[in-house]
């Protein structure tokens, strides 16, 4: 499985030409881009400061990460509860993985006033990263990433402290047709160039 997941990933960087790679920060997040569902992290019964742990369908948070009911409103792009890395606080670098392979994310995130450097990884391996400014000021920004394939997002957070809150995760997930697909061009150009390479000595 993980050779499929390896070849899939390949293939998406063969492809990368007809969908450019792009990490990015803006107030609407994934909308334009493509389609996607939303967690909104409104699960009602979950007391302040419980592990987000395994309580969402088709992600896994971290140790580090807790359910907040404590931001409703507070923020533009906020709504109902949100998830947060500061009980106790605050832990610099968090991550959570989704269940599957996505092609596209993002979640609208404040911190501090600072730098905060977010990477997107595929079996453990960073397939794209960027760093960009995060506050808690105006309309509060969703960062993420698009036309990659990737399984986990990990976060640096940044300002005093590093604490951080994070709500409304969008999530496009890589259709299995489309996994397979990619995975065919990828053989198909990886077998053009050896044929390429073979013909050249």
Known sequence: MKKIQTI????????????????????AGLAGITSYTLETFDNAGVPDDTLAGNLFAGLSFGPNIYISN?????????????LTNFYPCCTAIT??????????AAFAFVTNQGTSTFYAKLNGNVV??????????????????????FDSIEIH????????????????????AETWGMMLAGLGALGFMARRRQSQK
């Open 8 to 27: 899939a990933a390949l293939s998406a960087l063969v492809l990368a030409g007809a969908a450019q790679a792009a990490s990015f920060n803006n107030t």
């Open 128 to 149: 794209e990263s960027f760093s960009a400014p995060t506050n808690t000021q105006g309309n509060v920004n969703f960062y993420g990433f698009s036309g990659i394939i």
């Open 70 to 82: 404590s931001y409703i409103g507070s923020f533009a792009n906020f709504s109902g509860s949100s």
């Open 95 to 104: 991550s959570f993985s989704f269940n599957s392979q996505v092609k596209a």
């Open 157 to 176: 957070s940044g300002g005093i402290n590093n604490a951080y809150a994070l709500d409304n995760l969008q999530v496009a997930a890589v259709p299995e």
